[in-house]
């Protein structure tokens, strides 16, 4: 809000709103779930999505910690350009500033710390994929509905039905 009483214009923060209804909800979805499965069933493809995920989630941080204009984040560029503007806008934008960069940090630095953790216990991409190729064929869910759907494709080329050709000699 800063940005736009500033005179930075409306963007900002319409991106802003869009980034905390969006990226809230999904950093739930794609990164909690995936490391809490992870370190509960000792799964090296659940580590392998949640490194995907984060690391994703370490490089906005680090745009966010930057502050490119009109990409609804308030980082360095952007307060560093409004001190020339509005000194009270630009040191409301500082704290958010501030905070980004915070949190891109101890994004990264959690991010090595996980990884550091799953490389000591042995786990490797190998590993991951051949949890992938294995896993999902254990699962009686999979097998049967593989197993049911194996069954209907056979029983459909069993069955010849037969079709009736038109008759076009017939004239009226």
């Not at 040191?91 to 958010?96: A, D, H, V, Y």
């Not at 990884?115 to 042995?122: A, D, E, I, T, V």
Request: net charge positive; with cysteine; hydrophobic share 50%.
């Amino acid at each position: 809000m800063a940005w736009m009483f500033g005179g930075g214009g409306v963007t900002n923060f319409g991106m802003s709103i869009i980034w905390l209804i969006l990226f809230t909800p999904c950093s739930y979805v794609c990164w909690f779930r995936p490391i809490y499965k992870a370190f509960k069933t000792d799964s090296s493809f659940n580590f392998m999505a949640f490194f995907f995920v984060f690391m994703a989630q370490v490089v906005i941080a680090i745009i966010q910690a930057i502050g490119i204009p009109g990409w609804g984040v308030c980082g360095w560029l952007g307060t560093i350009s409004f001190f020339g503007t509005s000194i009270f806008a630009s040191i409301i934008m500082l704290i958010p500033t501030i905070m980004f960069t915070a949190v891109a940090a101890l994004s990264f630095i959690a991010l090595t710390k996980v990884h550091n953790f799953y490389r000591g216990s042995g786990g490797s991409i190998s590993k991951a994929q051949e949890e992938w190729t294995t896993g999902a064929w254990k699962n009686p869910h999979v097998q049967q509905a593989a197993q049911q759907a194996a069954l209907g494709a056979a029983q459909g080329a069993m069955q010849q039905q037969q079709y009736s050709t038109p008759d076009y000699d017939n004239q009226m």
